[in-house]
């Protein structure tokens, strides 16, 4: 039976079991592979995503369970048109081996939607749920204090 | 085959006479030794095997080493494209094939057992010999923190010949004298200002021969020296950056796989049933050691790996971890495998010696990557086609030729980017079960992808080791060390997998960071042993210097202590009388810290100095008490690499090797039961997350001429300069790691 999901403003039918998590919905059978598998049990937040603008671990969402609309990385933005938070991350060289980094920017970007100014207690509390172990967390605060810096105009 | 130890001896004459033509070997390297194995498409050209100008796409640059995230794609890239005026902003780089072409000449000069910053013109030579190796054995290999040392002058060369090709081509288009030409952003100006795009000139230029060159001053640099746009940063931020994991092929399948987890043991039977009646498994192949399932996609495909019932058979290892340190410590009762430092006469002990004595564990460790590991194979007509993230892509292609009952040249490695590698993607596993699950399916890609609880539980881990060190102060001054080391060596284990067979002799790396730290200490031995132990070790970011350092610095700290003497001005005193750009980190973290010997009630600070990679680098770090839970609140690590050929990308490596040190130092331990892992995934090996990671600043010295590495250097001083911090604020000292075993982090 399929099932209807929207993701990234188009809709999809996806013809597979519904205890399927997202995750793989999005990458083997959508072909949407920015979304990374880290550890298929919330631990690391590579598969973060939008439902409904909540951030979400989508490898813990069974496709029967998806609430809302979703958002991927290449919803966010594209390299031709970078959002403001992209545009942080590149300005701040931020990505070493990338790998975690669509996770990062979707956590990020759900933390500067409910606090448009984060402190740095507040991007320790949103990000913390988010591996990297290339060690670029202290760029990441940095991109993340200037996109806040650049949305607030 | 001829045997390593052969070709070493013959190529050491050879050496010794390619020394001699400096820097006209360096075209000569680029233009002749290997065909080029760039396969240009009608209508574009190769100039040499790094630099290639297509129709489409103009010039196109070639950086064949594995980037997992050390930035290395984007300097190699500014190596080509400072000799070849290309404005950054136009510059393309591909990984390309897996080829003799693009050996590392710098790795096997690192097993020389020398100091490295005292290395005599002789040890030098010896050490371009060995570098002979490395061609002949195809060895294309990202590792050892050599790419730069590597590619500093022969991309350089590389551009700088591509550039003078393509003017000679313009000069006889124009009828003018090459002098009187220019090249710029990709163009060359003619003496009336008209600029002729190089992929008008490509054709006729692949013609002519390699020209002489000069490699342009320092000064002269556009690209090169400063922090450069990386090339794979917008794609890594909006996740267009292709891993291997992402490869997507018309018709592929999605595999999963199930490796025995009593480590090297293989499987008494399986049953398959259960798993082949679930919708969407296409196969079970049988692996070996392991099963995989091919499916319609990958959770499947784990789900119905876990549903094959599979009877394992019993590996030979210690039954458990006081078995295995209790075999890593039997080898301290055998003969040395070196002793590469033995200054002065340490069973002399001066008057008045104060005498400390200490023994120190680590355990061993995963990489744990955050990309699990994964492969895709396709086995057709045309032979084997892989897609990867690799360190080592000629070593691949030749196993796995193997694998398949293939001849080398039918096999094509497709190098993606990588999602960490820190060493783990220096090996052939993946490549190898990906292989096999193809040749169950001819016609059919296929990816395999781990599961996390595969990867953490059927890695080359850190080995564990125990030093015993001795040592003995005078007035304030170290006067003995006499240091130990019992590990089972991964480097044999390594090479052996790569080549077949491995080096004999002195293993440098189960004592580096210990023989060549650079110390003036009138009696210093060093002497290494190596444990009989069969658990899969391998590289692992630093290698030898990630125990080493800790022990080495660990134990200078007590030595400081005993002597009454500031941890700092101990070791600054040591090493201004040994090497100068060592005293120069030193110094220059102790002004960066504000060092002053004393620190407030509730805050610790401590120092580590770590030679490796030929890098010198010291980290100061200070933790505070939070009712009694221990924060890493500030860091400081200063560097010198000789070139900052881009300070962005060393920043970042330094923060990041330190940060990777860390994580281990505090939290990072592998165990294993009956030779079997017994974490399975991050909850049970948890890396540094990013609150507890402390603010960190870092200064790059350029002191010394040679370019030296960057990607590993940051990773040693991280556990000692913590402990040493420790202990400065608790009075606590930490012997054994991982140190959360020993004290509580704040979380």
Wanted: net charge negative; charged share 20%; hydrophobic share 40%.
């Amino acid at each position: 039976m399929a099932t209807e999901i929207s993701v990234n403003g188009t809709t999809h039918s996806v013809d597979l079991p519904e205890d399927v998590p997202l995750l793989w919905v999005l990458r083997d059978a959508l072909d949407l592979t920015g979304t990374k598998y880290g550890c298929g049990v919330a631990a690391c937040g590579a598969c973060t995503v939008h439902i409904d603008g909540e951030a979400v671990r989508s490898c813990q969402v069974s496709l029967a369970d998806v609430w809302g609309d979703i958002t991927t990385i290449e919803g966010v933005g594209t390299p031709d048109a970078l959002s403001v938070l992209q545009q942080a991350w590149v300005d701040h060289q931020v990505a070493q081996c990338g790998y975690c980094q669509s996770g990062q920017i979707m956590q990020a970007a759900a933390l500067l939607a409910e606090i448009p100014a984060p402190t740095d207690d507040d991007i320790d509390q949103a990000m913390q749920g988010n591996l990297c172990r290339c060690g670029t967390y202290p760029r990441i605060r940095a991109a993340i204090h200037s996109a806040a810096k650049t949305m607030e105009g | 085959m001829a045997s390593i130890g052969k070709i070493a001896r013959r190529t050491f004459l050879f050496g010794s006479v390619a020394i001699a033509g400096g820097v006209a070997l360096g075209a000569w390297y680029v233009s002749r030794p290997a065909p080029n194995p760039l396969k240009p498409q009608a209508g574009d050209t190769t100039l040499n095997p790094f630099v290639m100008i297509t129709q489409e796409e103009g010039v196109v640059l070639v950086a064949p080493r594995a980037e997992m995230g050390q930035g290395v794609r984007t300097t190699w890239a500014a190596l080509l494209a400072e000799e070849l005026d290309m404005a950054w902003e136009d510059v393309k780089v591909i990984h390309g094939p897996a080829a003799a072409a693009y050996y590392n000449t710098t790795l096997m000069a690192g097993v020389i057992p020398n100091r490295g910053y005292d290395r005599s013109a002789f040890q030098e030579s010896l050490g371009d010999a060995l570098s002979h190796i490395g061609k002949v054995f195809e060895l294309q290999v990202t590792g050892g923190s050599t790419s730069m040392r590597d590619g500093y002058e022969r991309m350089r060369v590389a551009g700088a010949s591509a550039r003078e090709m393509l003017k000679g081509a313009a000069a006889e288009k124009l009828g003018v004298n090459i002098s009187l030409l220019k090249t710029e952003n990709g163009t060359v100006i003619a003496p009336d200002g008209t600029a002729l795009p190089y992929s008008d000139l490509a054709e006729r230029a692949a013609d002519l021969p390699p020209q002489e060159i000069v490699l342009r001053d320092r000064s002269e640099w556009k690209l090169l020296g400063t922090p450069l746009p990386r090339v794979d940063m917008v794609p890594k931020s909006t996740g267009t950056a292709e891993f291997g994991i992402d490869v997507r092929r018309p018709g592929m399948k999605f595999a999963s796989l199930k490796i025995n987890p009593h480590l090297g043991a293989g499987m008494n039977g399986f049953d398959a049933t259960e798993a082949r009646k679930m919708p969407g498994v296409i196969d079970v192949v049988d692996l070996g050691r392991g099963i995989a399932v091919v499916a319609d996609n990958t959770w499947l495909a784990m789900q119905a790996a876990e549903a094959v019932e599979i009877d394992w058979a019993a590996a030979e290892h210690p039954a458990d971890m006081a078995g295995i340190m209790d075999r890593i410590a039997d080898a301290f009762a055998t003969e040395p495998n070196s002793t590469m430092r033995d200054d002065g006469d340490v069973d002399v002990l001066p008057d008045g010696a104060t005498v400390v004595e200490a023994e120190y564990t680590v355990p061993f460790l995963s990489h744990a990557t955050m990309e699990p590991m994964n492969a895709t194979a396709l086995i057709d007509g045309k032979g084997l086609t892989l897609w990867c993230g690799n360190q080592i892509p000629t070593i691949i292609r030749d196993r796995c030729a193997e694998t398949a009952g293939l001849d080398s040249d039918r096999v094509e490695v497709h190098t993606t980017y990588m999602g960490g590698g820190f060493g783990r993607r220096g090996e052939i596993d993946f490549s190898q079960y990906a292989t096999m699950v193809a040749m169950a399916l001819p016609g059919t890609p296929v990816q395999v992808t781990w599961s996390r609880e595969e990867d953490l539980t059927h890695d080359f881990y850190r080995p564990g080791a125990i030093a015993r060190m001795r040592g003995a102060v005078n007035s304030g001054q170290a006067s003995v060390l006499d240091a130990q080391i019992a590990v089972p060596s991964c480097a044999q284990q390594a090479l052996g997998r790569w080549m077949g067979s491995s080096l004999g002799g002195p293993d440098q790396v189960a004592v580096e960071g210990l023989h060549n730290a650079p110390y003036a200490i009138p009696s210093f031995r060093t002497r290494g042993y190596l444990a009989d132990l069969t658990l899969p070790i391998g590289f692992w970011r630093s290698v030898g210097n990630s125990h080493n350092g800790f022990f080495m610095e660990s134990f200078i700290d007590e030595m400081a202590h005993a002597a009454a003497a500031d941890p700092l001005a101990f070791r600054l005193e040591m090493a201004a009388r040994e090497w100068e750009p060592g005293a120069a980190v030193l110094s220059a973290v102790k002004e960066m810290s504000g060092w002053t010997g004393t620190t407030p009630e509730g805050v610790g600070r401590g120092v580590a100095f770590c030679y490796s990679f030929e890098t010198p680098v010291a980290t100061v770090i200070e933790v505070t008490d939070e009712d009694g839970a221990i924060r890493l609140n500030r860091a400081w690590t200063a560097c010198d690499v000789g070139v900052a050929l881009d300070p962005s990308i060393i920043e970042a490596q330094m923060i990041g090797g330190l940060i990777y040190g860390l994580s281990a130092a505090m939290n990072e331990e592998i165990t294993f039961t009956d030779g079997a892992v017994d974490q399975q995934n991050f909850p049970d090996y948890e890396p540094l997350r990013h609150h507890m990671a402390p603010r960190i600043e870092v200064q790059i010295l350029e002191g010394k001429s040679e370019v030296t590495g960057v990607g590993e250097p940051g990773t040693p001083p991280a556990a000692p300069a913590l402990a040493n911090a420790i202990f400065d604020l608790t009075g606590q000292r930490i012997r054994t790691l991982p140190l959360r075993k020993s004290v509580d982090f704040w979380i």
